[in-house]
């Protein structure tokens, strides 16, 4: 069912979102990469360690290493030898023996403890325990991080630099991952003249485009930029067929709403197919989701920050999907009005607010300034948003509220 202007209803947020979802599948395409160049990039196969992590027992201290039996009796056995870092000492400690061992390296056969240098003496070729140490004492187990056979990083994970970190210390140098998504974006507009270009009357900076293609920049995406495209329906209608043929998703912003020279529901229902129009959602309400010859589409409102906030809440879950990733939302937090926030039932507020803690430690928050949709200083100084409820009314200093970090 198409939901439109008509009805009295506008589409919840989380059903706008469960619709998106359920309708577009994952891409399946993926490709083997180097690692270096897998920052950012989703896991289309499960990574599977074959050896143990680390691979021996080894040191956690500059120290000494011994069969802590022998410090039950004694307080002082015969240095026999010495092990560093990739260079082990390659026999078997004996009774009454120990050797010099650096961070890293291998506990040889025999020992199965260290002491801290600190904690010890030499005296002549003897070193001297100021501490008895228990079994296992600063040793770093075989496989404790890691074991041979286990899944290191699922399917579907976004690599950060943390993962990329894991999967070489496994060995792994090539990555199987899903491939880019072809994202298409269009800014739609008479008025938008680009950056650097004087600007003629009644003409305002395109800038939509600068904060969208920034925010495509955290997804696994190869950006397709159609630039500014005039508001005239057979000019519009030929870059939205070519996008719709290129891409996998296009995002236009502008021209969604209802004035004379809005376009782009036309255009969507003539060439493609409107899933649903409108969301119960402020800023942003003529958001439109459909699909074009090949490509999904989504159709984000002009004013700058509802195209900012609806990237933000509606298209990042349809991307993390499209993009085989485990669909995952930022966490919210419990925070203290520190004053009167205004909301009126009917729709699901994102206000830009800022939050701060006091002396106390409590977390208090509060809207930054002037909330229209066209007041991109709202969220360029904001730190978080103030998640308000569809149906919710003012909050009252004192009340506590969700907020999200931006
Ligand atoms: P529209 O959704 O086309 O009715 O545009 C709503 C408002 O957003 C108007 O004031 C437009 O001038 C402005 N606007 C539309 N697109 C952009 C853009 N790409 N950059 C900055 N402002 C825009
Ligand atoms: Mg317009």
């Not at 992590?53 to 056995?77: F, I, K």
């Not at 600190?118 to 070193?127: C, G, M, Q, R």
């Not at 325990?129 to 075989?142: D, L, T």
């Not at 229902?269 to 409107?274: K, P, R, T, V």
Request: neutral net charge; aromatic residues 6%; hydrophobic residues 40%.
């Amino acid at each position: 069912m198409i939901e439109t202007c008509d009805s009295p209803k506008l589409l919840p947020v989380q059903s706008a979102i469960s619709k998106m979802l359920n309708q577009v599948t994952p891409i399946i395409e993926s490709e083997s990469i180097e690692l270096e160049e897998a920052l950012g990039r989703v896991l289309a196969e499960d990574v599977i360690s074959n050896i143990d992590v680390p691979p021996n027992d080894n040191s956690a201290m500059d120290g000494y290493a011994m069969r802590s039996e022998d410090l039950t009796n004694s307080q002082q056995l015969q240095l026999v030898g010495t092990a560093l870092a990739g260079k082990p000492y390659g026999k078997k400690i004996l009774a009454g023996q120990c050797i010099r061992i650096m961070t890293g390296a291998v506990i040889p056969k025999g020992a199965d403890s260290v002491v801290m240098q600190e904690n010890t003496e030499v005296l002549h070729d003897s070193i001297v325990f100021k501490q008895i140490p228990e079994y296992g004492n600063s040793v770093r187990k075989a496989g404790e991080d890691l074991q041979k056979g286990q899944i290191v990083v699922t399917k579907g994970t976004k690599l950060t630099p943390a993962f990329l970190a894991l999967i070489a210390s496994v060995g792994i140098a090539e990555v199987s991952v899903v491939r880019n998504l072809k994202v298409g974006l269009i800014a739609t507009g008479d008025e938008l003249t680009p950056p650097g270009q004087p600007i003629e009357a009644g003409a305002i900076y395109e800038s939509n485009r600068f904060a969208l293609t920034a925010l495509l920049k955290a997804f696994p995406v190869a950006l397709f930029d159609f630039g500014i495209v005039k508001d005239d329906k057979i000019a519009l209608k030929a870059v939205f067929e070519q996008a719709g043929q290129h891409c996998d998703l296009v995002l236009s912003c502008g021209g969604v709403s209802v004035g004379d020279a809005d376009y782009v529901k036309e255009i969507l229902d003539e060439q493609g197919s409107i899933k649903f129009w409108k969301v119960a959602i402020k800023p942003g309400k003529p958001f439109a989701f459909g699909a074009l010859e090949k490509a999904w589409f989504c159709g984000l409102p002009g004013n700058p920050v509802s195209s900012f906030v609806t990237f933000e809440q509606l298209v990042t879950p349809l991307l993390q999907k499209l993009s085989g990733q485990t669909i995952q939302q930022k966490p919210y937090f419990v925070a203290t009005a520190s004053c009167l926030i205004k909301k009126r039932p009917g729709r699901a507020d994102f206000q830009r607010g800022i939050f701060y803690r006091d002396q106390q430690g409590k977390l208090w928050v509060k809207p930054n300034g002037k909330q229209g949709s066209g007041i991109m200083s709202s969220i360029a100084n904001a730190n978080c948003y103030i998640l308000l409820e569809q149906e919710a009314n003012d909050v009252q200093q004192g009340e506590n509220v969700k907020i999200r970090m931006i």
